[in-house]
């Protein structure tokens, strides 16, 4: 058994929204809720990213809202918003109504956005990620502008508000955590260093990778003045956990075959993706589970946002949630 790591250590989970079942979500939520998960996190596509793009999917900031009605305490997370997609004044009343409607639950997480196809299929102009990061920059401004500030102005290269009121503000002062989510270490880790309450590092890999992330960022802290310790660090990524050694490796061996026909169907191949990115970096018994996480953990990981690929997605919250999260409290 590893040292414990201390501070505080939450786990939310990703939750699916390829699926023609809405119910079936809502109680996802709710035994997380019961189980006492911090939170959950919903990604912000608008058809799935594998497969055949005409399955059902859910679209996010509605999803998020119906989650509002069902849970009581469980934190709402978007991981993360495109700003792209919608435009950031817009956004930011969307979010303040969110917050008032969860009575303060909403973790507020945006990007840049990537995915080039759903821009096309949706006629959204995809501009070169400099300009797209830049937008985000600006936007992440305008939305706390108009949380915080009576008469909202702000006058930018890519946006403008004049008077943009936001009313009521959002429950959560001074206005709810702001997470940038994305990859990129010489601008949008830049704009994390300025503007965020938390970063998902987007680091899928394993835990040297993500403290090469951690370091980018406090490099780009210090260059603002700013104490990195301000800034919540998220890891996200899929686990997979069973009672027995047997059994992991079991689902290991249908995760890789999965990720492998994912591989084929995007027309990339097997040869240009390393071992770990096939495999799920946290992987084992409950037992190994906790100590892969806290590699994570000692690589600077406050927050852990999981997606459990399995088919038998409440018995894996139960184990994990029964097992694994008491070590870290």
């Not at 797209?132 to 702000?154: A, H, Q, Y």
């Not at 995760?255 to 390393?274: D, F, W």
């Amino acid at each position: 058994m590893s040292t414990r790591v201390g501070g505080k250590i939450r786990f939310g989970v990703i939750l699916s929204l390829n699926r023609s079942s809405f119910i079936d979500l809502e109680n996802e939520a709710t035994s997380c809720e019961r189980l006492g998960y911090y939170a959950i996190w919903l990604t912000d596509h608008f058809f799935p990213l594998y497969g055949a793009p005409s399955m059902p999917r859910f679209e996010c900031w509605t999803s998020l809202s119906a989650m509002a009605s069902v849970t009581k305490n469980l934190r709402l997370g978007t991981l993360v918003l495109c700003n792209s997609y919608r435009e950031p004044s817009v956004l930011a009343k969307m979010a303040s109504t969110l917050d008032n409607i969860s009575n303060g639950r909403l973790e507020f997480g945006i990007g840049a956005g990537w995915y080039e196809a759903e821009y096309r299929a949706y006629g959204i102009p995809f501009e070169k990620v400099s300009v797209r990061i830049f937008r985000l920059k600006e936007g992440v401004k305008v939305i706390k502008k108009m949380w915080t500030e009576e008469k909202p102005r702000f006058e930018g290269r890519y946006y403008m508000i004049r008077d943009a009121f936001c009313n009521p503000k959002p429950v959560q002062k001074p206005h709810p955590p702001i997470w940038i989510g994305g990859s990129g270490e010489k601008l949008l880790l830049k704009v994390v260093a300025e503007l965020a309450d938390g970063c998902n590092v987007a680091s899928w890999g394993k835990p040297e990778d993500f403290k090469h992330k951690i370091a980018i960022l406090e490099k780009h802290c210090l260059a603002v003045g700013r104490d990195i310790d301000e800034i919540q660090k998220s890891w996200a990524g899929s686990v997979l956990i069973a009672e027995t050694e047997e059994k992991v490796k079991e689902r290991i061996q249908r995760y890789v075959q999965m990720r492998l026909q994912r591989l084929r169907e995007t027309g990339r191949s097997a040869m240009n993706s390393t071992e770990y990115q096939l495999k799920p970096s946290i992987a084992g018994t409950p037992e190994q589970c906790i100590e892969k996480i806290n590699d994570y953990v000692n690589a600077g990981a406050t927050h852990f946002m999981l997606n459990f690929p399995t088919e038998k997605l409440l018995d894996d919250l139960q184990i994990f949630a029964k097992q694994v999260i008491p070590y870290f409290k």
